[in-house]
């Protein structure tokens, strides 16, 4: 069985969109409402460290922009910091399984490190 962890925003229809692709592959992912739950620092370093990616490719466009020098000087303190206190500025969906992290934006990305694919109804 696949275990997958999805940190999901109900109110996002990308991020809607890959919990209902994991459902219809059969998989019960784990759902973190990042949200409501908030982040905590372990868990957006391990994101960043898992996927691969930088702090400008995770965060929103205007997170970006607010971000700006604390990206150009790679202040990590103060994007974490400001991820924390404002949880919605990172990008989503964010699936994990024992195959990698990927940032599912497009949802194909989710190809990577999901095997199973949607049942044809």
Known sequence: MIQATI?????????????????????????????QDGWTTETLCGLSASSGLKWR???????QSE???ALINDDFDMIVHYVLEQP?????????TDKGTRLC?????????VPLRPKAT
């Open 105 to 113: 934006r497009p949802i194909d990305t989710i190809l990577e490190i």
């Open 7 to 35: 940190y999901h925003n109900p109110i996002c229809s990308k991020s809607r969109d890959v919990l209902r692709f994991l459902q219809d592959s059969g998989i019960s992912p784990i759902i973190m409402l990042y949200l």
């Open 67 to 69: 971000q700006n020098d």
């Open 88 to 96: 919605a500025a990172l990008e989503r969906p964010f699936v994990v």
């Open 57 to 63: 490719q995770m965060l929103k466009a205007d997170a």
